[in-house]
Structure formats: structure tokens, C-alpha cells
């Protein structure tokens, strides 16, 4: 068991990502981003040959994070990626209304996302979240030829290029605040989108064995590996999680305008997605559902009608979750709906573009930052802590 407490996460606020950091700063002594965006381009599947020209520093990096950690149980990956077939509409879903407003929950994180990603497209953030999530869940996710691997590699660097802005330009409150996108913040982000996407299906009524929870859990652990997360802090199960989880939202969360702004944002984009106008606030309704009512108020997530609808849904789920547990034939074929819902999504937020990763040569100018398991093996989210 992990002993998490204020002392230690302020310790992890000072760490960023030691080997992506290095790469970046390079890239720009040296003048050679703009050339590195446009060859990695090209660099979309794993075990594809690095293109002539890559400067030496990314070629070193590429090579460096090419493989997964050496500790990686695949058994356990492989059940992660059934429980991921099983329920990838539920998870798209605990994701979409629950993960997203939870960083927007976090005013230094609301802040930071919204002044580095384009408002002209407010989709991005969420269709590369929902293409990284397929890719991971693909049998092939970590073999030559898939797409996990390089957009793991990308996304480190990103997060790596927007430390290097920050801290160079003097815009974020390091005494303060700690790191950009610090250690603490990406275990952070690693729990938001493990633990608290078990805890949203649970609260959905999704019937879920230990087993497979563990093994989805396990699968986050591996890409925060691959993120540049420290290992030696990130919890290793899900108790531990727990730990953490309660007590980093107890440091952070309450209310900004940058939150809200996000909230808006997500909001109105998935009521884009739905048919129609008259089922639009059953988005918000979902939000408040799942996130609760303190934190959507935190956010402005409009109340309506629908609030009591958004109550039945766990019920509605449960019986289509005790056909599917029932029936092998149901349990296909909700599986394969839940498959096109899950690319409709993905579709619709991406505009049928594939979502590439590329280090900002600068950040906006605006930018100023301040501050089908058996019910007797169904899985229990770990209790609460009092930090």
C-alpha cells in the first residue's frame, strides 16, 4: 500500500518528463521543430522505417520509446482489450461526461487546456482522447504496424513542448504552481481516466467483474508508462488509486471561468452530435448525472428536466447488461452496436480527419496563465478516503 500525502504530491509537482523534455529543448536550440512536424507526418505506424532527415535528438527519442515498459503482463492487456469490446460505448461515455469534466474541475488544468487547443475546433481534444483509447484497445496496439505506439511517442513530446513554452516565456506560476503538466498532474490524469471511468460505469450500473476492472486499470498504468508517468509514484492498484484520486481532487478542484468555458464547449459539442434539439439536455443531464451536482455547478452545467431522466439510466442499463450476461447472441450483438456507436463518435468529433500530434512552435498569444462477468464476481469500487 502506497502512503500518499500533501508533502509527497508537492514533491511530484516539481518533476516533468526528464527524457521527452531534453528531446524538445533541442529540437528548438537547433531550429529543428518545423522539420520534425513535417517528417513525423509520415511516422504513423509502429516498426515503420524513421524517414530520412528526422534530426538526431528525435531519432534517439523514437528509438528510445519504441517498445512498451519490460514489466508489461500481456494476459492482463489482453483482458483489458476484451473489457474494452465489452464496453466501449459505456466507457466512450464515462470518458466523453465524466473524465473531461472532471480536468475541467481543476482550475490550473482548465486554465492550461484552454489557452492550448484551438477554440475554432473544439473537438480535438476529445476525438484525439477517443482515437488514442481505440488504438490502445486494438489487438495489434503494441506490433509492427500499429498506431498506439507513435501516438504515445507524439503526445509525450506535446506535453513536453508546452513545459518548454510555459517555462520559457514566463507564463506559468512555477513558485506556485509547480511543473506544467507536472508528475502529479499526469498521474492525475492517468486516475481520471482509469479509476474514475470504472467508477462512472459503476455508477451506470455496468456489470463489470474484478477482473476485468483491474485488467482496464492495468492497461492505464501502461500508457502513463509510456507517457513519461514515473512509475515509481503511480499507484499500482486500484486502492492506491483511490488514494491518490481523493486526495489530488481534494488539493484542486472548484470552480473558474476556464472550466465553465470547457464545460460549454464539450457540452454544446456533443448536443451537435445528437439528433435533433430536443434530446440536447440530456447531455448536460448525463454530466451532472455522473459528475454530481457540486461539480456541475462548479462548471455551469445547466439543470432541466432531464435530471431526473439521467437518474433512470442505470436502471435501463441494468436490464440490457442482465439480457447481454444471459443471452451469448444479445451479448454480440450489443457488442457490435456499441462498436459502430463508438466509430459514429469517434467520426463525428474527428470530421473523418485523422487526429495527428505535432510540437507547437508557439503557443497562443494570448496565453496567460496565473494561477459478461457473473454477479457474484462484480466488481465494487474501492471505499472512499478522508485525506
Known sequence: M???????????REAGDE???????????????????????????????????LPDVAREYLNATS??????????????????????????TALSFASMPACYVIPHVAKLLST??????????MAETG??????????????????????QKVRLLHASIRHHLKRDGHWDTARLGT??????MIGGQMLFSLLVLDSLHRLNIHMSAEGAEAYYYAWRVVGAMLGVDQAHSPENLEDARRFLD????????????????????????????????????VGALVRYLIGDTCADWLDVPRSAWDGVAKAVPALLGVLETIEDRSPFAG???????????????SSLTRGRVMHYAIPEHLKKDFGVTSRPSPARRWTPPAPTVP
Not at 521527452?20 to 504513423?44: C, H, I, K
Not at 506544467?180 to 498532474?185: K, M
Not at 450489443?334 to 463518435?345: M, P, W
Request: hydrophobic share 40%.
Open 2 to 12: 502506497t502512503h500518499y500525502t500533501d508533502a509527497s504530491l508537492d514533491a511530484l
Open 19 to 53: 527524457l521527452a523534455d531534453a528531446t524538445v529543448a533541442t529540437l528548438f536550440e537547433r531550429g529543428q521543430v518545423g522539420t520534425f512536424n513535417t517528417l513525423m507526418r509520415y511516422v504513423s505506424t509502429a516498426g515503420a522505417p524513421l524517414p530520412e532527415g
Open 67 to 92: 517498445t512498451p515498459p519490460h514489466w508489461v503482463d500481456w494476459d492482463m492487456m489482453e483482458k483489458a482489450r476484451l473489457f474494452f469490446i465489452d464496453n466501449n460505448v459505456h466507457i466512450s
Open 116 to 125: 492550448t487547443h484551438s477554440l475554432a475546433y473544439p473537438s480535438k481534444r
Open 131 to 152: 482515437q488514442f483509447t481505440v488504438h490502445l484497445m486494438q489487438p495489434d496496439a503494441f506490433e509492427a504496424g500499429s498506431r498506439f505506439v507513435p501516438a504515445a
Open 180 to 185: 506544467p503538466i507536472c508528475q502529479e498532474d
Open 247 to 282: 486526495l489530488y481532487m481534494v488539493r484542486y478542484m472548484g470552480p473558474s471561468e476556464e472550466g465553465a468555458h470547457l464545460t460549454r464547449q464539450l457540452v454544446e459539442l456533443y448536443e451537435e452530435v445528437v439528433p435533433g434539439t430536443f434530446f440536447d439536455p440530456v
Open 332 to 346: 454480440w450483438a450489443l457488442d457490435r452496436l456499441g462498436h459502430f456507436t463508438t466509430l459514429f463518435e469517434l
